[in-house]
């Protein structure tokens, strides 16, 4: 089974300039999040998708950020304009129903510098 | 509000020593969930264990045991003759009904050969 998929795996920016990052979830999963961890620290939720409609966004910083799920499956996380803080590991997760227990699956990550 | 602290930011052992990982919670929620996951070099997170807080057993999956104990609110996890591959950051996580998972800062293990 193919795991949850993430591009880029690094990217380095300067401060102001837009940056997109994708994730494809495991097949089938219907929850999809987006964490940023950043250098020492554990990941925060940015955003939960349910299928393609948004569950929780509240610590997303909305004037930067935005996220979409179109179709309920791929979703692109894109920050724009850049700020130095923004440097940090952009994870994202899976998981099959939504339970809030359920086990999450994670990708990689996408490694962001912002200089 | 909710709150998981892991004190060790890193432990180093030599290969074949046993280790244990400290993970201390905070909420005022009666129903909740505790998590291990580890994070290998290569970046993605990996599930260990999860645990109700109506569920008190210990548990034990191979090398690897947890030690739930409520009175303290404390939630350990052991390694029983660490190798090189256990060398990751481990992360243990709270998850309530009214609120998102929130994870520690992490403790990073360093087994040595």
């Known amino acids: 089974e193919a795991g949850v998929a993430q591009s880029p795996r690094y990217k380095i920016i300067e401060k102001r300039q837009s940056v997109a990052f994708w994730c494809n979830p495991i097949?089938?999963?219907?929850?999809l999040y987006w964490y940023q961890q950043i250098l020492g620290q554990g990941p925060k939720l940015l955003i939960q998708f349910q299928n393609n409609g948004v569950v929780d966004d509240s610590q997303l910083p909305k004037d930067r950020f935005s996220a979409e799920r179109l179709k309920g499956v791929d979703s692109t996380l894109k920050i724009q304009p850049a700020k130095l803080e923004d440097s940090a590991v952009y994870l994202c997760?899976?998981?099959?129903?939504?339970?809030?227990?359920?086990?999450?699956?994670f990708g990689s990550g996408t490694q962001l510098s912002v200089l | 509000a909710q709150k998981v602290t892991q004190a060790q930011t890193e432990i180093s052992v030599v290969e074949k020593e046993d280790v244990t990982l400290d993970c201390v919670y905070e909420?005022?929620?009666?129903?909740?969930?505790l998590f291990w996951y580890k994070q290998p070099p290569s970046g993605e997170l990996v599930f260990l264990i999860r645990?109700?807080?109506?569920?008190?057993q210990n548990e034990i999956s191979g090398r690897y045991s947890w030690n739930f104990q409520k009175s303290t609110s404390s939630f350990n996890f052991t390694i029983t003759a660490s190798q090189v591959v256990d060398s990751a950051v481990y992360f243990c996580a709270l998850l309530t009904g009214y609120s998102t998972l929130t994870f520690g800062k992490g403790t990073m293990l360093l087994v040595s050969p």
């Open positions: 097949s089938g999963h219907a929850t």
């Open positions: 997760a899976s998981s099959g129903t939504g339970f809030l227990n359920e086990k999450l699956f």
């Open positions: 909420t005022r929620d009666t129903t909740y969930y």
């Open positions: 645990r109700n807080s109506f569920d008190e």
